[in-house]
Each structure stands twice: as C-alpha cells, then as structure tokens.
C-alpha cells in the first residue's frame, strides 16, 4: 500500500471511529447560519449527530485529493425537468438562468468575498449540479443563505471555499477546507446528493461526509428541500422554505 492510500485508509477509519463515539456538544452548530438571521443549535443521538462527530479543521485538500481510489462513474441518470415553482424536489434542472443568480448575488452584496468572480461561482454551480442531477439555482440559494451572501462573518472564513458550512460545529470551528471554489462547489452538490439519492456521484467523491450521511441512511432518502429541515441546520424549523424564497426571488431578476 503506497502512502497516499495509507493515510487515506487511516482517515476513513478515524472518521467512523469518530462517527460512533465523540458526544455532541448540547449548544452546537450544524453550518454556518445567515448571519442576519439564522442561529443553529443541536443535540441528540440521530444522524444530524453521527455527521456531526465528524473530524473539523482539516487542512486544504489538494484539487487531486479524492475519496475513491477505485472509482468508476456510475451510467448517466435521468432527472426529471423542473417546471413549476411549486415544485420543491432537491433533484431536478434549474429554471432560474445564471445571469439571474448574479443579479440576485450583487444587488444583495455589490461586493462578495469569494476567490473567483460571482459569474464563474454561479458557473461552478450550474456545471456540478446539472451534473449529479441537483437543482443548481436552489443549491446557489442555500450558499447565499449559509454565507450571507457570502459575508460570511461566522466560523467559516472565505479562504475556506466552503459554501455550505461543511463540518462547522460552532464555537470557533471552522470546518473544511477545499483547495478552490470548484473542489468547495462540488463538495456542496455532492453532501446534497448524499441526503437525496442513493446515486454514486458522477464524480469522485470530495466531500468528506459523504459516506457518513449515506452509511446513516441506507437506502432512505429526503426528496425536498424543506426535508432538511433540522437536518442540515439545528433546529432549522424553515430553513428549507427559506432556501426556496431566496430561489423564487432569483427567478424575478
């Protein structure tokens, strides 16, 4: 076994250890909130707490560090077209275009802290979430939301390229690093398709709590954004409505 597989045999063994047996802080955070609203607390012995136990502060990963040493990509998958507004599925195609999003972005924040422009972000989540079959404009909508339209001001700092608050527990810890914004978009995408599909990513996997959230979930799934509510944000009650607002207010850029 050469070294790069060893460390990473010896990751993947300390994050199922960590999994089972590291208690839950009672007043900690589950990513970072909107930081003009959104205050997360958790506790209790579900999944939100096995993703929770997960190893933070890692270090930047480099873009060719991967999760899957024997990938192959899984038969390409067909996603129903989204048409309708009403329609809350995490799966499906965009209905707002990428210049919506930016409009949406810089009349909200003329001047956003991200290590590209607010085209190439928006590009970066069109190009990964068409490709798992993930919502694209939705999931830029819960970026917008977990940064505040990326001022951040929480645990997580921009340099992290961390747009969904991967592996933020509160109380200073900041969470995962990503070596550039593509690697953190589709670290995004990909813990998404991790709670809606049993699907294998198209890629190789980069988030590394991918394998906690579908070992916890077997062959369950969440079908909608609202499902993530209290699971992707503590207590969370309409933290996926709020996801869906934001979405519908890019729609009329």
């Known amino acids: 076994m050469n ?3 060893a460390k990473k045999l ?7 250890a960590f ?3 590291i208690p839950v802080a009672a007043n900690a955070r589950i990513h970072d909130p909107k930081v003009e609203t959104r205050s997360v607390s958790r506790g209790g012995d579900d999944l939100n707490s096995q ?3 997960m190893m933070s502060g890692t270090i930047p990963l480099p873009e060719d560090e991967i999760f899957d040493d024997d990938f192959a990509a899984p038969e390409p998958y067909p996603v129903k077209q989204t048409v309708s507004t009403n329609d809350t599925s995490i799966i499906g195609t965009p ?3 990428q210049q919506q999003c930016v409009r949406y972005l810089l009349r909200n924040n003329p001047n956003p802290i991200i290590n590209v422009s607010a085209e190439e972000i928006v590009a970066y989540y069109y190009e990964e979430g ?5 919502r694209p404009d ?7 939301k977990e940064t505040g339209f990326f001022r951040y001001g929480g645990d997580v700092i921009p340099e992290q390229n961390n747009y969904c608050g991967l592996g933020t527990t509160g109380g200073g810890v900041k969470g995962e690093f990503f070596s550039t914004p593509r690697i953190g978009v589709r670290a995004h995408i990909q813990h998404l398709l991790a709670y809606s599909s049993t699907r294998r990513p198209t890629m190789p996997v980069v988030d590394p709590r991918y394998g906690i959230v579908r070992q916890a979930y077997g062959s369950r799934t969440l079908g909608t954004w609202q499902d993530l509510n209290g699971r992707w944000a503590v207590p969370g009650r309409y933290y ?3 996801i869906l607002s934001m979405f519908r207010d890019i729609l009329i850029q």
């Open 51 to 53: 993703t929770l136990n």
């Open 130 to 134: 068409s490709r798992e079959g993930i």
């Open 95 to 97: 209905m707002a275009t």
């Open 240 to 242: 996926g409505q709020e």
């Open 19 to 21: 999994a089972i047996s």
């Open 3 to 5: 070294i790069s597989k």
């Open 138 to 144: 939705v999931a830029f909508a819960q970026a917008l």
């Open 10 to 16: 010896i990751a993947a063994t300390m994050l199922g």
